[in-house]
């Protein structure tokens, strides 16, 4: 999965090399500016990435966690091992984590990479106006890359507690994804406005000012605050659920 | 209840816990409206090898289950190693090696990586020796040349045999295995009786459960045989062929004189098949009321011209099956 992720901005990067000119304004943001700058295919890949490959291959991992076990019959001897059940659901949601961390960093740095490799990697230009070296503006994309790994971990409780539901993982891993994406759909209707600051996905596409100079925060501050949120209302649900489970599988 | 009295190892609840392996008291489990385990009393000496007898779905895996902590009681307690269950489960699992209803492992791992990611989560397993038990765990079920294969590439005995590896890991007190011998051939089989015996050689307390009672006979001292759900007897293998129904056979030519003493001896004679002169008197008797010794001396005492004299006990197989029914249907 993690190869697939890495090969989206490695696609749009051998697009836009390919059919040379890309007419402005048409295609995702930043699409027109990678052939003058390669950075840009790292923010684009992310960007491309965030309403559905990234939430897909997160729902796959953290659906899996505890109901791929229990499908398997391994969670009995996990259990019996002993591995505590409170410990296991805490290692199983730590590499989920870990997984969001990995699955975003191999999109933004196989896209830093295509992009120097295809294209010349020069100052960047910030929505701000202003200019920053290419060192200071990869620190942006890492910062980019942190944003949405904190954007993913709402979403990898949610996972985790639907996973201690079922011994399906493929169940499991489906609702995740139609969280995610029901998500996304709510969030776009103007008529569930007092909806959106709540909803998981509000803040994912919200790091455009980590691209101003200097960057605001607020948006990362407050969409952490909601993940958090998730975390520890999903995360609460499935120890409720998980330590009180027969396992029977 | 299908017939038999059920007979007590042990008394006294309270000495029996520090001496028990295993103890339960009124143990139930109700899934929906089918109670799957009802009330049962277990009591597992420690040091012994006990069978725990019954046809499919009598609820043998259910009661393992609860044994370790993995499903909840409906009723009842449990004592493991002389501590409380569940409470105490972290404490007392590390002492506990099992085979649940079948092996499973992750079919892209090799025998040997399943084994490392199991012991690595038991927190209480030492990594420094975690290679060596491995390696001691697997050629003890013989699976040391196939060690590094992927565990897909198994065949149904081989992934049984790496179940029991996973219960060898740690030096343990209690080993409980689910069907052990399913999907083993008779010399694997074999194997793991020898296995057992040698386990319990060592002092490990070995609790087996089987719906064939010929596969662990040889190798328990004590058993429990359990019939929808309930424990229709329990105790050492000697107490349970003792409890089948004893019959005495004897052969004389004096049929009416025989029947007189068994009669005045407080047993029920009934007359058998007459052979040329002689008659066969047969009657049941409790095993503690009058011992055969006694009845032949009172038979010769009463001018009985005894000509065969026989008392002769039920074998554990046709008490097994008087005691569990013998049909195919499986229990519900
Ligand atoms: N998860 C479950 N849900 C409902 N009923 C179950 C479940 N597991 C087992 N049972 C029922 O409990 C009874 C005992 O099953 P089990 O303990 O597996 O029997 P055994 O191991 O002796 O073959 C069976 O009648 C079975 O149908
Ligand atoms: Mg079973």
């Excluded at chain 1, 079922?166 to 489906?174: C, E, I, L, N, Q």
């Excluded at chain 2, 060690?147 to 343990?172: D, E, F, H, T």
Aim: a neutral charge; proline letters at 5%.
């Amino acid at each position: 999965m993690l190869v697939a992720l890495a090969g989206i901005p490695v696609l749009i990067a051998l697009a836009v090399r390919l059919t040379s000119r890309v007419p402005s304004g048409r295609g995702p943001a930043f699409l027109d500016r990678i052939a003058e700058n390669g950075l840009f295919a790292a923010v684009t890949g992310l960007l491309v990435s965030i309403p559905l490959f990234l939430p897909l291959t997160v729902g796959v991992v953290a659906g899996d966690t505890i109901a791929g076990e229990a499908g398997l019959g391994t969670l009995k001897y996990l259990l019996a091992a002993p591995a505590g059940r409170v410990r296991l659901l805490l290692a199983k949601y730590v590499g989920a984590a870990v997984f969001c961390l990995s699955a975003v960093l191999a999109v933004a740095l196989s896209g830093m990479a295509i992009g120097a490799l295809l294209f010349p990697v020069r100052p960047v230009t910030l929505l701000s106006g202003d200019t920053v070296s290419v060192g200071e503006a990869m620190v942006r994309v890492l910062l980019i890359a942190g944003y949405i790994t904190v954007s993913l971990l709402g979403m990898a409780a949610v996972g985790l507690f639907l996973s201690t539901l079922t011994d399906v993982p493929v169940g499991a891993m489906a609702a995740t994804i139609v969280v995610a994406i029901v998500s996304q759909v709510l969030d776009n209707l103007p008529q569930l406005e007092w909806l959106h600051p709540w909803l998981l996905s509000h803040y994912w596409l919200g790091f455009a000012d980590l691209l101003r100079q200097p960057p605001s925060f607020d948006n990362f501050a407050s969409n952490a605050w909601l993940q958090l949120g998730y975390i520890a209302v999903f995360g609460a649900l499935a120890y409720g659920r998980f330590t009180t489970k027969d396992v029977l599988s | 209840m299908t017939g038999g009295p059920a007979i007590q190892a042990l008394p006294g609840a309270t000495s029996a816990t520090e001496t028990s392996a295993i103890e339960t008291r009124g143990l139930s489990k109700r899934f929906g409206r089918q109670m799957a385990v009802d009330s049962i009393d277990l009591s597992v000496p420690r040091g012994s090898v006990f069978g725990f007898l019954g046809p499919n779905g009598c609820g043998k895996t259910t009661t393992i289950r609860m044994l370790l902590g993995l499903a909840s009681a409906t009723n009842g307690s449990i004592t493991l190693l002389g501590q409380d269950i569940p409470a105490r489960l972290r404490d007392v699992l590390p002492g506990v090696g099992a085979l649940v209803e079948g092996p499973a492992f992750y079919p892209f791992l090799s025998g040997a990586a399943n084994l490392h990611r199991l012991d690595t989560a038991d927190r209480h397993a030492p990594s420094a020796t975690r290679r060596q038990r491995i390696h001691e765990a697997l050629d003890r079920v013989g699976l040391s040349h196939a060690a590094g294969k992927k565990v897909k590439a198994y065949s149904l005995g081989m992934k049984q045999r790496l179940g029991i590896a996973n219960a060898l890991l740690a030096p343990r007190e209690l080993l409980i295995l689910d069907e052990p011998t399913n999907g083993l051939d008779p010399q694997g089989t074999r194997e793991v009786r020898s296995l057992v015996r040698s386990l319990a050689a060592g002092g490990t307390t070995v609790f087996v459960s089987s719906h064939l009672l010929a596969e662990v006979e040889q190798i328990c001292t004590h058993a429990a045989v359990m019939s929808a759900g309930r424990i229709v007897a329990q105790g050492t293998l000697s107490d349970l062929r003792r409890a089948g129904h004893v019959q005495l056979k004897v052969i004389t030519p004096d049929v009416g004189a025989a029947q007189g003493v068994l009669a005045r001896l407080g047993l029920e004679p009934a007359v058998g098949r007459q052979d040329g002169a002689d008659g066969q008197v047969t009657a049941e008797f409790p095993v503690d009321a009058v011992s055969p010794e006694e009845i032949a001396a009172a038979l010769v005492g009463g001018g009985v011209r005894l000509r065969g004299f026989l008392v002769e006990g039920s074998t554990l197989e046709e008490r097994f099956v008087a005691l569990t029914g013998e049909g195919f249907e499986v229990e519900q």
